[in-house]
């Protein structure tokens, strides 16, 4: 079975600065997905960021990339130039390729806090 | 273009009750899923539809448990008999089979209190 593993349970950074949520999971599978999922305090998830599997390039979406490393898997998320609307649980998830049902397996999460 | 949106927000119940929640899945979307989040963890997956046919439920979904999709559109969960166990967030999702990535979108929750 899969799992997605979140060590950091609380992060915190100051405003205009960087910051790297650590997530890795365990599959079998070669093919699969990978996501960032926002989640604001009581709002609803968002999708921030999402890798193909197959892809060697790391995605990126504005502010926020990530840095995929199949071999490891390890799939950490890069938020530059902090804003304070930033401030959430953030989410790593992982779907399989094959899963006709598309199910996401979620880790346990990073409650990430921006400094002014 | 609506998101998804479910209904109650919050529900507050004596233990031994049912309760039901209902789930409006962005409309042209096909695939719905029903998570179930506690606090401090991440969602659990609980059911998927595609269409109208519920294709996987989890072992977390047990006997008291029961998710519908009658016409492919909306979807109810109903939990029976409410246990204090039950008390958590229970999130909707839904996507568009065919697409490579097929993105699920969330709903904003329902959080069930059970007393």
């Known amino acids: 079975a899969q799992t997605v593993t979140q060590s950091q349970p609380e992060m915190s950074v100051q405003e205009a600065e960087t910051v790297t949520l650590s997530c890795t999971y365990d599959?079998?599978?070669?093919?699969?997905?990978l996501f960032w999922y926002k989640q604001p305090p009581s709002r609803q998830m968002i999708l921030v960021i999402r890798?193909?599997?197959?892809?060697?390039q790391n995605a990126t979406e504005n502010r926020f990339s990530v840095n995929f490393q199949k071999a490891a898997k390890s799939f950490s998320l890069k938020i530059s130039d902090s804003q304070l609307g930033d401030a959430a649980m953030y989410f790593c998830?992982?779907?399989?390729?094959?899963?006709?049902?598309?199910?996401?397996?979620f880790g346990q999460g990073t409650e990430l806090s921006v400094k002014p | 273009d609506t998101g998804v949106s479910q209904d109650p927000r919050h529900k507050i119940t004596k233990r031994g009750q049912n309760v039901t929640f209902r789930c409006d899945p962005i409309?042209?979307?096909?695939?719905l899923y029903w998570y179930r989040q506690t606090l401090g963890q991440g969602p659990e997956f609980l059911t998927y539809?595609?269409?109208?046919?519920?294709?996987?439920k989890s072992r977390l979904l047990s006997d008291r448990f029961s998710a519908e999709r009658p016409k492919g559109s909306f979807s109810t969960l109903e939990i029976q008999r409410t246990e204090q166990g039950d008390s958590a967030m229970y999130l909707c999702?839904?996507?568009?089979?065919?697409?490579?990535?097929?993105?699920?979108?969330f709903g904003p929750g329902t959080r069930l209190t059970v007393l």
């Open positions: 999702a839904s996507s568009r089979s065919g697409l490579p990535t097929d993105t699920q979108y």
């Open positions: 599959t079998s599978e070669s093919d699969y997905y």
């Open positions: 890798q193909e599997a197959y892809k060697q």
């Open positions: 998830a992982y779907r399989g390729f094959y899963n006709q049902g598309g199910k996401l397996i």
């Open positions: 409309s042209e979307h096909n695939r």
């Open positions: 539809f595609q269409n109208e046919a519920q294709l996987e």
